[in-house]
């Protein structure tokens, strides 16, 4: 009885250890710095995130302080002309967003999120410690050139390869960076704690106010600066931000949860595709679910990723997890071959793959109204009255509006919006409703700038002679208010829910590739809205002063190029809508398999 007794004390000691590490440690799988289970009290939340947001502020400041001038730089200093400086800006931004997919690559596959951010981090800060110290040296010469009256001389090839060299550093540091911070910071917070996991979806939305702020002072302050031909102080400026950024992302080294890379996910991909190739004259049965194989409690696993409930749909790539009799006595010795026998969470992956693409692809067309503001937006403003008494407003600086609306917008959905819907739908509105709303405020915004530039047209060819149309109109810059502000707030709801979606739909093994979609989906924007306007003015233009988009926009149709993006948008949400009650969410396994699965396979195979 005594040794009964002992035992009944030591299984009860187990048990309240067990209770104990539950509650300390996070439910997730994340571990510390150490590699152990990650103690919730010690490690992630809002401690750490706060110096992630601070990070990403500084970054982007950096980041923007040498991006949103880099056309004028090319232009006054290195003497090139618009077209050339135009087309190497378009060159060195679409890189950053290669360099995007590069990071997320390396940091879901081998580095971790962690060391792949410090280490894009370094470089970014070497590529402008090396960019301040090529323009102090060589570039700005003779001194006090630069500025839109004083061109700077000649410069030598080796003074070009030092440039581009530097900037490319840039582009690959802040590339390589910014899908994988996004996705760490989010990491700092355990999902399946129902505080934490409120606390996880607001971090997006700060995530992006925070962007949206650093880029705000890159704006006005640095820009500023430059415009003047200060361009040492705006680098070093930028040199700082982004030192000091870098700092305090180490200084958090102690404090932040980790997630094991889960290796290379095209390999994955390749054998999910080959085994159902390879058995494409399996039939699958109606309750399959019972016939598919994935490693519940098996001692073999040493894939440690949240395990992906099967889903309908797709079923080709079911095959890839049929076990067969053969198979099964691999499946005993823990040594399936891959490129024969994968899991269902492997092919989920596969789906969930398939089934982001299309809500991704509707994205696009809603980067190609996002990057009006930085183009036609700003060519629009050029032309109207851009004075207040003797006070010039440059109309780059009215993007100025689209980042007070993101920030008040921010604050209404979170304070305002969000509580009163959960009053009626407990869940709140979902990642692609929010996506949905920012495409209706979308087509909002530029039916806004259409119908402000028909105004517009109306003043300038009221005060103008026919044969010489190019004075400003007499109509105030302000009226371009609404619709950046219409932007901001559409962006709210797109950008900070895409954020979301994509990194809560992307399996354990591709989170950083959800984010790197993101920025892809923007940097192909650009190039739709490029390729849009070639389209355009071919189709309206007779000579070169004619057209939608002529170089005197007095003599052209502006407004009818932004009531042609609200169609195209509109025609967008329509397919949208369409996507979205097609998608699938993912879901994933509860804690505790039983292997269920494994003796379903014994049995109907009679071993």
């Excluded at 070497?126 to 700005?140: D, Q």
């Amino acid at each position: 009885m005594a040794d009964l007794d002992t035992f009944k004390d030591q299984q009860g000691s187990e048990e309240d250890k067990n209770q104990a590490m539950t509650k300390t440690c996070t439910m997730d799988g994340a571990v510390d710095w150490n590699g152990r289970p990650a103690i919730r009290g010690r490690t992630g939340s809002w401690v750490a995130a706060i110096l992630i947001l601070a990070n990403q502020g500084l970054a982007t400041l950096a980041f923007f302080g040498v991006g949103v001038n880099l056309v004028l730089f090319l232009t006054r200093v290195l003497g090139q002309d618009n077209a050339e400086a135009a087309n190497n800006v378009s060159k060195w931004t679409g890189t950053v967003y290669i360099f995007s997919l590069l990071g997320a690559f390396l940091s879901d596959s081998y580095w971790g999120r962690y060391k792949t951010c410090a280490i894009f981090q370094l470089i970014f800060v070497i590529g402008l410690t090396l960019l301040s110290v090529t323009t102090y040296l060589f570039l700005l010469k003779p001194r006090g050139c630069g500025d839109e009256q004083s061109p700077c001389r000649d410069h030598s090839n080796f003074e070009f390869a030092l440039f581009y060299i530097s900037i490319y550093l840039i582009a690959l540091g802040n590339g390589g960076y910014q899908p994988t911070i996004a996705t760490f910071g989010a990491d700092q917070f355990d999902e399946d704690d129902p505080k934490e996991s409120h606390s996880k979806i607001a971090f997006f939305s700060y995530f992006y106010l925070a962007l949206n702020l650093g880029s705000l002072f890159s704006n006005t302050i640095l820009g500023y600066f430059e415009d003047k031909g200060i361009w040492t102080v705006g680098f070093w400026a930028s040199t700082g931000s982004a030192g000091m950024a870098l700092i305090l992302f180490l200084c958090g080294t102690p404090r932040y949860r980790h997630f094991k890379p889960q290796g290379n996910p095209l390999s994955r991909l390749c054998h999910v595709l080959v085994a159902a190739t390879r058995k494409w004259k399996v039939k699958i049965t109606s309750d399959g679910d019972d016939h598919l194989y994935e490693e519940h409690g098996r001692q073999c696993s040493e894939n440690q990723s949240r395990k992906i409930l099967h889903t309908q749909g797709i079923k080709f790539l079911d095959r890839a997890a049929i076990v067969t009799s053969e198979e099964l006595k691999q499946i005993d010795r823990c040594s399936p071959n891959p490129w024969r026998l994968c899991t269902v969470t492997q092919v989920e992956e596969v789906k969930c793959v398939l089934r982001l693409l299309p809500i991704w692809l509707c994205t696009i067309l809603y980067s190609v109204v996002f990057t009006q503001m930085a183009s036609l937006f700003v060519e629009q403003g050029a032309i109207m009255k851009t004075t207040i008494s003797k006070f010039h407003i440059p109309p780059a600086s009215m993007s100025s509006f689209d980042i007070l609306s993101v920030a008040t917008f921010i604050f209404i959905y979170r304070r305002v919006l969000d509580p009163l819907v959960a009053r009626v739908r407990k869940k709140g509105l979902t990642e692609l409703q929010r996506m949905g709303i920012g495409l209706v405020i979308a087509i909002m915004a530029m039916i806004s700038a259409g119908v402000v530039e028909c105004f517009r047209l109306k003043y300038a060819r009221t005060n103008c002679a026919a044969t010489d149309c190019e004075s400003p109109s007499s109509l105030s810059i302000f009226w371009q208010v609404p619709q950046y502000v219409l932007v901001g707030a559409s962006e709210v709801f797109m950008y900070v829910g895409q954020l979301e979606f994509f990194n809560s739909q992307a399996p354990d093994g591709l989170k950083s590739f959800g984010s790197a979609l993101c920025m892809t989906s923007i940097s192909l924007g650009n190039y739709v809205s490029s390729l849009l306007v070639t389209i355009v003015m071919k189709f309206s233009s007779r000579d070169a002063m004619s057209g939608w988009i002529p170089g005197n926009l007095n003599k052209g149709h502006l407004d009818r190029f932004y009531f042609l993006l609200a169609a195209l948008t509109t025609a967008d949400l329509m397919v949208y809508i369409v996507c979205s009650k097609w998608y699938k969410y993912i879901k994933f396994e509860s804690k505790g398999g039983d292997g269920h699965n494994e003796n379903i396979w014994q049995a109907e195979l009679g071993v």
